[in-house]
């Protein structure tokens, strides 16, 4: 019973400082940022934006430096290949929800650093922040 102590004692502490770990570097490869925070990144970084909307709503309206890779296309993950993942990439939609799940399509795909707009396009697009071209 002795023994026993210390060996549960050494579990807990291990299994505990693994999960910081993992949580640690979960949390530093997917970042939300602002309208702001992205304007600075994407003066400052060479970075990858990826606009993750269907075509159309691309055309309609987008970041004028982006690029579509539609998140619902049967291409999907066949397209998001052809990006760099040693370069950062900016991800937005209209409301946030499918650039998260990009998000973690390329985390899980070996992507090394990841932004993701906070509240998507619909957010921001009145801000003035954002170099936006919209069709007229």
Known sequence: MKKSIPIF????????????????ADS????????????QIIELED??????RTASEFEAIR??????????SPTFDKDIQKLDKSKPVVLYC??????????????????EKIYDLEGGLSKWEHSKILNIEKKS
């Open 63 to 72: 970041v004028k430096s982006a690029q579509n890779i539609d998140f619902n």
């Open 28 to 39: 530093s490869d997917i970042k939300l940022v602002t309208a702001d925070e992205m304007k």
């Open 47 to 52: 970075v990858q934006v990826v606009d993750v």
């Open 94 to 111: 209209k409301g946030g929800g499918r650039s998260a799940k990009c998000a973690k399509k390329l985390k899980d795909a070996g992507f």
């Open 9 to 24: 004692a050494l579990s807990l502490l291990m299994a505990f400082t693994v999960s910081c770990v993992n949580k640690k």
